[in-house]
């Protein structure tokens, strides 16, 4: 895969720790330190492909989702977030300015859904956005641990993308959706426990 200058790709499945623990090998043998860290790989359902987002949504709902569509979406959002950050630890705490980005949602935000004016609020779901809101609480408990570190642990929504996680339904195109996470992950000397979007700052 062409992925520009001086890029090279790893595979790894955040569920899987001993692709995890590989790639890490990897990154220590071939490099020794790690300076930025972007938990992105995220799933927004584990059930029949191609529906639309209303259908997921739907599916979804607390009442009703399937408890194994629930499991499955958190190990990726939110157990494998935790597994990929301890595993890079070591290589983050060799480098002078290490970061980590987790890629959260607006939907995260319980102070932002419990708003009844909030248009999202009838997207968030016991699946996708309750796995996003427990993907925030774990950011925050590494940003205070690793405080002390000076590691910086930052969580940051791209706003709503088209991409295959909505069916291709949100209003935003990859290339804006991108800016915030890559302006967070490039500042090297910025704030530590932020949550961010494309127009600010966001309520936890
Ligand atoms: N699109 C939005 O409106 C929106 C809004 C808020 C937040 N987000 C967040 O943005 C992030 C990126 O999503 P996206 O919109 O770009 O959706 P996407 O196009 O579906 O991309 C999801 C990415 O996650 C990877 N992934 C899924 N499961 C994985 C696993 N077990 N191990 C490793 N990688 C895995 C996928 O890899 P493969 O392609 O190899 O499967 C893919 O690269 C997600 O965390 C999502 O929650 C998106």
Do not use: C
């Given at each position: 895969?062409?992925?520009?200058?001086?890029?090279?790709?790893?595979?790894?499945?955040?569920?899987?720790?001993?692709?995890?623990?590989?790639?890490?090998?990897?990154?220590?043998?071939?490099?020794?330190?790690?300076?930025?860290?972007?938990?992105?790989?995220?799933?927004?359902?584990?059930?029949?492909?191609?529906?639309?987002?209303?259908?997921?949504?739907?599916?979804?709902?607390?009442?009703?989702?399937?408890?194994?569509?629930?499991?499955?979406?958190?190990?990726?959002?939110?157990?494998?977030?935790i597994?990929?950050?301890?595993?890079?630890?070591?290589?983050?705490?060799?480098a002078?300015?290490?970061?980590?980005?987790?890629?959260?949602?607006?939907?995260?935000?319980?102070?932002?859904?419990?708003?009844?004016?909030?248009?999202?609020?009838?997207?968030?779901?016991?699946?996708?956005?309750?796995?996003?809101?427990?993907?925030?609480?774990?950011?925050m408990?590494?940003?205070?641990?690793?405080?002390?570190?000076?590691?910086?642990?930052?969580?940051?929504?791209p706003?709503?993308?088209?991409?295959?996680?909505?069916?291709?339904?949100?209003?935003?195109?990859?290339?804006?959706?991108?800016?915030?996470?890559?302006?967070?992950?490039?500042?090297?000397?910025?704030?530590?426990?932020?949550?961010?979007?494309?127009?600010?700052?966001?309520?936890w």
């Amino acid at each position: 895969m062409d992925i520009g200058f001086n890029a090279r790709s790893i595979e790894l499945d955040v569920t899987k720790q001993s692709t995890i623990t590989t790639a890490a090998a990897r990154i220590a043998k071939e490099h020794g330190h790690l300076d930025l860290l972007v938990n992105n790989a995220g799933i927004s359902h584990a059930g029949k492909p191609r529906r639309t987002l209303e259908e997921v949504v739907e599916a979804n709902r607390a009442s009703k989702a399937s408890i194994d569509e629930v499991r499955t979406v958190w190990e990726t959002n939110v157990f494998g977030t935790i597994s990929v950050t301890q595993t890079m630890l070591p290589l983050l705490r060799k480098a002078t300015a290490a970061r980590i980005v987790n890629v959260s949602s607006g939907l995260a935000s319980l102070s932002w859904i419990a708003d009844p004016d909030t248009w999202a609020r009838k997207h968030f779901d016991i699946v996708y956005g309750a796995s996003k809101t427990a993907m925030n609480a774990v950011t925050m408990a590494f940003a205070l641990e690793l405080e002390k570190e000076n590691i910086k642990v930052n969580a940051v929504s791209p706003g709503f993308t088209a991409t295959a996680l909505n069916n291709f339904q949100g209003t935003d195109s990859v290339e804006v959706g991108s800016r915030e996470p890559i302006r967070v992950a490039l500042e090297t000397d910025g704030p530590n426990m932020t949550f961010t979007g494309p127009e600010g700052p966001l309520q936890w």
